[in-house]
């Protein structure tokens, strides 16, 4: 079977903020993003509130090799929206300047808050945990380990 799992996060409202910080911190790429405005063009039946044209109905960011999807809207209606601690990004690379370089850089924005600062551990020569604005987990990892 060939087929890839992409993570995707739902921001309540801040995902055209994400992508931006995602850009500009971890040197995301776009390969597609939707405003709510610019799905309203495709299919008029599309309905959305009023000061919401710029939010994302969907988009697909490269980071590094892999991807991740952003929008706006819960995936479990059920429940009140929420960014969980149960979940986090992990970005791992052998070249401990690469995540090295993605930490500092990560730590230049006001909001980034450092839950484990930068440093060896029983498992890696170069570990962190930060949380960005958005309130997402990112665990960056120096790994021994081919992957």
């Not at 910080?21 to 971890?26: A, H, N, T």
């Not at 709510?36 to 109905?57: A, L």
């Not at 987990?137 to 081919?146: G, M, R």
Request: hydrophobic share 35%.
């Amino acid at each position: 079977m060939n087929f890839e799992v992409i993570p995707f996060l739902s921001f309540n409202g801040h995902g055209a903020l994400a992508i931006a910080f995602y850009e500009q911190y971890l040197g995301a790429e776009v390969l597609f993003k939707k405003s709510y405005k610019e799905m309203k063009e495709i299919n008029p039946r599309f309905e959305y509130e009023e000061g919401q044209d710029d939010y994302i109905t969907h988009s697909v960011l490269q980071i590094g090799s892999n991807k991740i999807m952003i929008a706006e809207e819960e995936m479990d209606s059920t429940r009140p929206w929420q960014l969980s601690n149960s979940s986090s990004l992990c970005i791992q690379s052998k070249d401990f300047s690469v995540i090295e370089t993605i930490y500092h850089n990560l730590i230049k924005h006001n909001q980034v808050h450092i839950l484990k600062p930068f440093k060896a551990n029983s498992f890696s020569p170069g570990y962190s945990i930060v949380r960005d604005p958005f309130g997402v987990i990112i665990q960056l990892t120096v790994t021994k380990h081919d992957f």
